[in-house]
Structures are given as C-alpha cells and as structure tokens.
C-alpha cells in the first residue's frame, strides 16, 4: 500500500480537478480506488464513458459512505451543503479534503461536520482555463504545488497522509498557515484574475466600436489576459465572494499603483515609466529562473528563434 | 525582382523588429541587400557576427545613402533625431517607413523630411518578450497583421510597394486610417501592458511582505501577466507617451469597470460577477475560433490532455 494508506476516496465534484486527481493518481498500480458524483447527470454519465473513476455513484451520500478519504471538488459557496448533506454519513475517522482556492470560507463551510473526522483542507495551484469531465488529465499537478492548510487543533497524522496522497499526484506539497494563504493566494490568482475579467469587458464593449478589429489584433498582448478570464465562471465568482477581504485590499492597492502610472502617462514623466518597467522586466526573469515558466518567446506558441538563416 | 522592386534596404535599429526583417527576406532567393545601423557599437558588432544584414554602417547616414527602403526600426521616441539626421542623405525617390506602435507621433516625427521622399508609416503587430540583436527570428512575421497606415497625399505606388515588401516577409497587410490605428492598439495592446506592468509593480511591493511566495506560486495566473510586462521598456516608455490620448481613455474606461467589479465583489453580488465571466470567456472562444491564439490549456506549456489513461 503507499504510505498514506487510503483505500478508497471519494471524489465529489467531477471537473477538472476531481478528473485530474483521479487519472494523476491511475499512474500508479498500487492506488486507492475512486468513486466519483457529481450533481449533473451529463456530467456523471461523462465520468462513466471516461472512465477514470472506478465506481459513479449516483447521491454524495452514496459516494462517501465507505470512503476513508473525501475530496470536495466542488466550487467554494457550494462545500457547505455537500457537508450537510454529508455529514451523517462519513466513515469514522475518514478523512474531508477539498481543493478550493480560499480557505478560510472553506474552514467555515466545513466546520459543521462531526467531530469524529478530520478536516485538512488543501489547495492544488494547478488548472488551466478548461473545465468540466473532460478537462482532466494526468500531469496536471507534477511539479506543481499543493498547499495544505491544517486547521487549529488538527491531526497531525490525517495532514501526513493527505500530504502523501498528494505527492503521490506528483505535487510538490508545502504546508501554509490559513490566513497567509488566503492574502498570497488574492496576490498571485485573484487579484490577476480579476483584472483580466475587466480588461477584456472593457474590450467587449468598445468592440462595438472596433468590431472584430479587437479580436483580429489581439495577438498584440489583450490575448494573453484572455485565457485567465476564460476560466469556469462559477468557481472564480465564489472564490471572490470568499476571499473578499484580501482581494480587495490587492485591488485598492493595484488602483493605487494604476493612478500613478497613470499620471506619468499624463504629465510626461518618461524616467517614472521606464524605471518601472525595468523593474517589472526582472521579475519576469525571476520566475523563469524559479522554474515557474518557460522562457521561449510568447509562451512558446509560435516558432522557435533560430540561430541561423 | 520580387513586386515590391526594393533593391537596397536600410534597417535603422537592429533589435528584435529590423533583425527578424532580414532573416525573414533571407528565406528568399530574390531578395533586397540590407544594410543595417544601429546607434550601439556593440549591437553593430554582434549584427556583424550573425551575419543577418549584407552590411553593417558606422553611421546612419552612410546607411541610408544608396537605400531605395529605408525603415525607422527604433523606439518612437527616438523617431525624430533619426529622421532629421538622415533626412538630408536620403535618396530621392526613396520610400521611408517605420515599425512604431503608434502611428500618429510618427508621421509628426518624419514631418521634416524632405519632399522628394515617401513616407509610409507600417505597424507589424507581432513580437515577443525578448529584444536586442539575437532575438530575431525569421518567422516572426508569418501570418502576423502588419497595418500599414497611408499619410494624407501619400504616393499610392509607394503604399503599395511597402504592402508588397511586408507580404514578401510572410506578414498578412492591411490598410487602416492613423488615428483609429492608434485607438485599437490602445485597446488591444497599450492598456493591456500598462495594466500587466502594473499588478506586477503591486507584487513587487507586496513580495517584501510574502518573500518569495509571489514567484513561486506564480503559476496561479500571475506568470501570465509577467511575459507581457517583460517587454522592452524603452520602447513601451515611448508608446505611452506617444499615445497618450487614446491610452488614458481606454484606462478610464478600464478604471469604471474595475470599481463596478470590485463594488459587486464588496456588496456580495454573485449574479453580476457570474454574468460577467461568462460574457468575457466568450471571447476567448472567439479569439481561438479566429486564429488569433491555440485553444491548448495554458497556451499549450504544460502536457497535453490525454483521452485515455
């Protein structure tokens, strides 16, 4: 058996992650067994068709009962139902993950659960802007990282496991505190994302001007914040809804930092402007060396330099 | 002789732009003769090494001299220095071009230059993060927009040659007027930049409180910003000072719906949020459907999606 011991986990939620989750961990031969729901019938005969879950049940309840691991997948405002719902018929001992991207609202949403299971929530940074059953695959969390956040007064021994469990995905795993990862987590994936949201609604309504002109030309940058802002609707309204209070810090510092770039535009200030973007320059060139990404020109998606004729 | 008939053309700047020019004629047979200048000697030299001009010029005059094209492949700002330098050894007849973001500041900077030569300003919308001699590559242009955008009274013959000389480099042409160039890459380009560099400038801020946390959870959606804001900032200095109008127009427009979006955040409106993303996932979709960018997850840097285990 690998060494965090769970036999059968229970997805719930069957999108991308719950997908991922399953087919990272069919890599292996010694892995748990997987029995997945989903609230969509669509999705759960999907699930079926693919075949990544070993079992589809057709309630939560169902999908949990036997279950000594349950990893909600589901969007942050829906975990406190499933938990209710739940609740009655977790396994003693077993234990409830999720994979939202705010914690402190999903400690909140789980906090009704017994007390005879152990709670430790986690988060994989890991997704792309697809979603649903058909999105997952397997190598979508190696080398990436997963934080788990154990609550106050945990099991130590329920966060090595799902800490395994999770390296065993191919996760590099980091324990964080709650609070930190929920203001790091507004910094680096919110706070970005919801400026992306803005600036291709402010595009989609001067299109009305430009026709498709902002579309046919927008290789020129827009695109790149385009894909961010494709991600699934749902998820990122809830994570706003539950990381508001550092989001909105990140924002009013974001627009504090916007007025001022704004205003070297309008006064003329040329030295303020290029001080700041060669300083913005050397981050980029930080997270290529951190192995964050690649440094091929434009993501790689066009042809590679050559070095000759 | 190719339709454009250019048989000796001068690159003034031999970044990423003039570089990528000559390697991308080089892929023909029947091709016009380079001469390159560029205002630094090292830049000069290392051209010399690469060997993508059939000449290298110690001045920008002696560059210019004998040339029928000569194009402008320096930062906007730099534009009118240049032009009243050459402008007295320009051959006559010659036609004059550039490769500026911005066309309005660049027909004003080449205002000075002598009647017996055409100018017509072109804007090939294609580039990456990279600059400098050695970034060039000769399929930069393939499939790309370049904008060409005629002066009042220009020489047709003479648009229609620079139109013919871009195709030759593999670029898709089309004529646009000048100052509504200037607004749609205000939208598709300028805004999105400045906005990048500045969710970068707060992280830079902010990482003296997370350390490195920003750099290494960047995969969250931030990486995604950085490629952009990592772009020459000389250049980027002078779009914005050059574009100033249409630039802070589109960011006044940009700061109305961040404040709609952050007030939906703060008063809990999930419906607003909700309609919002699923509007702007949209036109990803329609960016994808119109060839502008590939539909793989994460533009395509990480694995592939497999169907089957």
Same mark, same amino acid.
Request: charged share 25%; glycine share 8%.
């Given at each position: 058996?690998?060494?965090?011991?769970?036999?059968?986990?229970?997805?719930?939620?069957?999108?991308?992650?719950?997908?991922?989750?399953?087919?990272?961990?069919?890599?292996?031969?010694?892995?748990?067994?997987?029995?997945?729901?989903?609230?969509?019938?669509?999705?759960?005969?999907?699930?079926?068709?693919?075949?990544?879950?070993?079992?589809?049940?057709?309630?939560?309840?169902?999908?949990?009962?036997? %279950?000594?691991?349950?990893?909600?997948?589901?969007?942050?405002?829906?975990?406190?139902?499933?938990?209710?719902?739940?609740?009655?018929?977790?396994?003693?001992?077993?234990?409830?993950?999720?994979?939202?991207?705010?914690?402190?609202?999903?400690?909140?949403?789980?906090?009704?659960?017994?007390?005879?299971?152990?709670?430790?929530?986690?988060?994989?940074?890991?997704?792309?802007?697809?979603?649903?059953?058909?999105?997952?695959?397997?190598?979508?969390?190696?080398?990436?990282?997963?934080?788990?956040?154990?609550?106050?007064?945990?099991?130590?021994?329920?966060?090595?496991?799902?800490?395994?469990?999770?390296?065993?995905?191919?996760?590099?795993?980091?324990?964080?505190?709650?609070?930190?990862?929920?203001?790091?987590?507004?910094?680096?994936?919110?706070?970005?994302?919801?400026?992306?949201?803005?600036?291709?609604?402010? %595009?989609?309504?001067?299109?009305?001007?430009?026709?498709?002109?902002?579309?046919?030309?927008?290789?020129?940058?827009?695109?790149?914040?385009?894909?961010? %802002?494709?991600?699934?609707?749902?998820?990122?309204?809830?994570?706003?809804?539950?990381?508001?209070?550092?989001?909105?810090?990140?924002?009013?510092?974001?627009?504090?930092?916007?007025?001022?770039?704004?205003? %070297?535009?309008?006064?003329?200030?040329?030295?303020?402007?290029?001080?700041?973007?060669?300083?913005?320059?050397?981050?980029?060139?930080?997270?290529?060396?951190?192995?964050?990404?690649?440094?091929?020109?434009?993501?790689?998606?066009?042809?590679?330099?050559?070095?000759?004729?």
């Amino acid at each position: 058996m690998s060494d965090h011991g769970f036999k059968r986990v229970a997805l719930i939620g069957l999108g991308l992650i719950g997908g991922s989750i399953a087919w990272a961990a069919r890599r292996h031969q010694d892995r748990p067994e997987f029995i997945g729901f989903a609230r969509s019938e669509a999705t759960r005969e999907t699930t079926r068709k693919l075949g990544f879950c070993d079992e589809v049940a057709d309630t939560a309840v169902d999908a949990v009962k036997d %279950a000594d691991l349950v990893i909600l997948c589901v969007p942050v405002g829906a975990m406190a139902a499933v938990a209710a719902e739940i609740g009655p018929h977790l396994k003693q001992g077993c234990v409830v993950s999720d994979v939202g991207s705010v914690k402190g609202a999903v400690v909140e949403a789980l906090s009704g659960l017994p007390d005879d299971v152990h709670v430790v929530p986690a988060h994989p940074m890991a997704g792309t802007e697809h979603s649903g059953p058909e999105s997952g695959f397997a190598e979508l969390y190696d080398n990436r990282y997963t934080l788990v956040t154990p609550i106050e007064g945990g099991d130590p021994e329920a966060v090595a496991r799902l800490c395994a469990f999770w390296r065993s995905l191919g996760a590099i795993v980091e324990e964080m505190e709650l609070v930190r990862h929920d203001l790091v987590c507004a910094v680096v994936s919110h706070a970005p994302h919801l400026i992306a949201y803005t600036m291709i609604g402010v %595009a989609d309504d001067l299109s009305r001007v430009t026709e498709s002109e902002v579309i046919k030309y927008s290789a020129a940058g827009f695109r790149d914040f385009t894909r961010i %802002a494709a991600s699934d609707p749902t998820m990122w309204r809830d994570v706003f809804l539950s990381n508001k209070t550092a989001t909105l810090e990140i924002l009013g510092r974001f627009t504090e930092e916007l007025f001022a770039l704004q205003r %070297a535009v309008r006064t003329g200030d040329g030295d303020y402007l290029f001080d700041y973007f060669t300083r913005t320059r050397a981050i980029r060139q930080g997270i290529i060396d951190a192995g964050q990404d690649t440094a091929a020109p434009n993501f790689g998606r066009d042809p590679a330099p050559k070095a000759e004729d």
